[in-house]
């Protein structure tokens, strides 16, 4: 009666593939541990024979005993996608139940999925942590979406105490091990035959949904349908592009730039910064050896570093100062040279002297303001006094005018004297002289007066020309 019940078991283990196939059928496999001199290597676990699930039947992997960890793994030739994993472990001729005496070495496994034989190098698909000797399962259906070349089984015993039931070493004791999915690589689906987007990498894809487990050099999104793009290239777009010109996106494969390096870089990839003494497009441009240090020059702009020395213009230094500038940096103006010729680009000099009204090297000193001596403090104390006599001067000027006028109305009035005098002489007035009468010579210095009867005059006789009268 359990012999029949035991064979109604093993109907009930055939797995369910969904149109997938099992891909680790008859593929070449290895475990940790082997028990010496029996038949229980690790290809019993995928020869596609589970009819006796006891040590005796000669169709299951079993590790040596005593042993702290367990590890078995089956190479599947070529990474491929993967839906799930079918796990049969032995039971002999006992009931799966709490009371059989191979459930507490089945607790606590793990399995992973690998493109090495590294299973912490891979993706870790089920880990036990929760099952009893009553409720662990036996066979076992794993769902595991990933894409890979190993499939590995791993159990320990390392890390005492361990949950109630587990057994204190560790085994693999496996009586077949199925790995379903599509055999073909870039392919998908149920039925395998959906090619994955040509853009994943290594053509594979989510045997599912099709979306790429990764994007080949330079592409990006779900599909892989999408160029890198926002100045990023390379793998998974994680590179940042040089220096390209104006901005311009580089090719979003090997990062190159279409039409060359912007300013300040050099190299297909516009990546590498100019040297020092270069700067500008493609690090085309030399650094002028008058920049004041070692000719060395902003790698983008070529201004010099340290400035310019005395006589050249910023921002290169590769021109002389002009337009009337000389001196560091061409900072300083110059003074007013003869025929405003440019001065000397360094000291500031006049090569062939100065305009009228300016001396000096310079031809910055004014004459007005140093007429007698060339020191500065001097010149200026002289042409405060200068300007102090001036004045005086000018205040003068209409005092002296009205006293020499008072002198010529009185030289006159003395002549008509002497001629009204004369014997025959009738007394006749000189127009105008009528009015000095009533002028008086004393007290009336007002300019009108005297200004209007001038202007009626005649020419003045001069007191050496009078006649002296002559005695009868």
Same mark, same amino acid.
């Given at each position: 009666?359990?012999?029949?019940?035991?064979?109604?078991?093993?109907?009930?283990?055939?797995?369910?593939?969904?149109? #997938?196939?099992?891909?680790?059928?008859?593929?070449?496999?290895?475990?940790?541990?082997? #028990?010496?001199?029996?038949?229980?290597?690790?290809?019993?676990?995928?020869?596609?024979?589970?009819?006796?699930? $006891?040590?005796?039947?000669?169709?299951?992997?079993?590790?040596?005993?005593?042993?702290?960890?367990?590890?078995?793994?089956?190479?599947?030739?070529?990474?491929?996608?993967?839906?799930?994993?079918?796990?049969?472990?032995?039971?002999?001729?006992?009931?799966?139940?709490?009371?059989?005496?191979?459930?507490?070495?089945? *607790?606590?496994? $793990?399995?992973?999925?690998?493109?090495?034989?590294?299973?912490?190098?891979?993706?870790?698909?089920?880990?036990?942590?929760?099952?009893?000797?009553?409720?662990?399962?036996?066979?076992?259906?794993?769902?595991?979406?990933?894409?890979?070349?190993?499939?590995?089984?791993?159990?320990?015993?390392?890390?005492?105490?361990?949950?109630?039931?587990?057994?204190?070493?560790?085994?693999?004791?496996?009586?077949?091990?199925?790995?379903?999915?599509?055999?073909?690589?870039?392919?998908? /689906?149920?039925?395998?035959?959906?090619?994955?987007?040509?853009?994943?990498?290594?053509?594979?894809?989510?045997?599912?949904?099709?979306?790429?487990?990764?994007?080949?050099? =330079?592409?990006?999104?779900?599909?892989?349908?999408?160029?890198?793009?926002?100045?990023? +290239?390379?793998?998974?777009?994680?590179?940042?592009? %040089?220096?390209?010109?104006?901005?311009?996106?580089?090719?979003?494969?090997?990062?190159?730039?279409?039409?060359?390096?912007?300013?300040?870089? +050099?190299?297909?990839?516009?990546?590498?910064?100019?040297?020092?003494?270069?700067?500008?497009?493609?690090?085309?441009?030399?650094?002028?050896?008058?920049? =004041?240090?070692?000719?060395?020059?902003?790698?983008?702009?070529?201004?010099?570093?340290?400035?310019?020395?005395? /006589?050249?213009?910023?921002?290169?230094?590769?021109?002389?100062?002009?337009?009337?500038?000389? %001196?560091?940096?061409?900072?300083?103006?110059?003074?007013?040279?003869?025929? !405003?010729?440019?001065?000397?680009?360094?000291? =500031?000099?006049?090569?062939?002297?100065?305009?009228? %009204?300016?001396?000096?090297?310079?031809? *910055?000193?004014?004459?007005?303001?140093?007429?007698?001596?060339? $020191?500065?403090?001097?010149?200026?104390?002289?042409?405060?006094?200068?300007?102090?006599?001036?004045?005086?001067?000018?205040?003068?000027?209409?005092?002296?005018?009205?006293?020499?006028?008072?002198? !010529?109305?009185?030289?006159?009035?003395?002549?008509?004297?002497?001629?009204?005098?004369?014997?025959?002489?009738?007394?006749?007035?000189?127009? %105008?002289?009528?009015?000095?009468?009533?002028?008086?010579?004393?007290?009336?210095? /007002?300019?009108?007066?005297?200004?209007?009867?001038?202007?009626?005059?005649?020419?003045?006789?001069?007191?050496?020309?009078?006649?002296?009268?002559?005695?009868?």
């Amino acid at each position: 009666m359990g012999y029949f019940h035991y064979l109604s078991i093993y109907v009930l283990f055939v797995p369910s593939s969904k149109g #997938y196939e099992n891909l680790a059928l008859n593929k070449a496999a290895w475990y940790q541990f082997p #028990y010496t001199g029996t038949a229980w290597g690790a290809d019993k676990a995928v020869d596609g024979r589970y009819t006796d699930l $006891s040590a005796g039947g000669g169709q299951c992997t079993i590790s040596a005993e005593g042993k702290s960890t367990a590890e078995w793994r089956v190479d599947l030739g070529k990474i491929l996608s993967i839906h799930h994993i079918f796990i049969l472990y032995r039971m002999d001729t006992f009931y799966w139940d709490k009371n059989n005496p191979y459930t507490s070495r089945f *607790l606590g496994f $793990s399995v992973y999925i690998s493109n090495t034989t590294n299973k912490e190098e891979g993706a870790l698909c089920f880990k036990d942590t929760t099952y009893t000797r009553a409720t662990i399962p036996n066979p076992v259906n794993i769902t595991c979406i990933q894409n890979g070349k190993y499939v590995i089984f791993y159990n320990n015993r390392t890390n005492p105490p361990y949950p109630d039931g587990y057994s204190i070493y560790a085994y693999s004791e496996l009586c077949e091990v199925q790995v379903y999915g599509c055999p073909n690589q870039g392919y998908y /689906g149920t039925s395998c035959s959906l090619q994955c987007p040509k853009d994943c990498q290594e053509g594979h894809c989510d045997i599912l949904e099709g979306t790429c487990l990764g994007c080949v050099v =330079g592409f990006t999104g779900r599909r892989c349908e999408n160029k890198c793009k926002d100045n990023t +290239y390379g793998m998974g777009c994680m590179k940042l592009c %040089g220096s390209c010109l104006n901005g311009e996106q580089c090719d979003h494969v090997n990062g190159s730039c279409p039409n060359g390096c912007g300013k300040g870089a +050099y190299g297909d990839k516009c990546d590498k910064a100019c040297p020092s003494n270069l700067y500008g497009y493609n690090c085309q441009k030399q650094c002028s050896m008058n920049c =004041g240090i070692d000719g060395k020059c902003d790698r983008v702009t070529g201004l010099c570093v340290g400035g310019c020395p005395a /006589g050249w213009k910023l921002p290169e230094c590769k021109s002389k100062c002009d337009g009337q500038t000389y %001196g560091q940096n061409c900072s300083q103006t110059c003074g007013f040279c003869f025929g !405003r010729e440019q001065c000397h680009v360094i000291n =500031g000099t006049c090569l062939n002297g100065c305009i009228n %009204g300016y001396w000096g090297d310079l031809c *910055l000193k004014n004459c007005a303001k140093s007429f007698i001596f060339e $020191s500065d403090d001097l010149s200026a104390v002289i042409y405060a006094l200068a300007s102090l006599l001036c004045l005086t001067w000018f205040a003068l000027i209409p005092v002296l005018i009205v006293k020499m006028r008072k002198l !010529r109305i009185y030289n006159l009035k003395l002549i008509q004297k002497h001629r009204d005098k004369e014997p025959g002489n009738q007394k006749e007035s000189i127009k %105008g002289y009528e009015q000095l009468n009533d002028l008086t010579l004393e007290g009336n210095t /007002g300019r009108d007066p005297f200004t209007g009867v001038l202007q009626q005059l005649p020419i003045p006789l001069e007191m050496n020309d009078m006649q002296q009268p002559q005695t009868t």
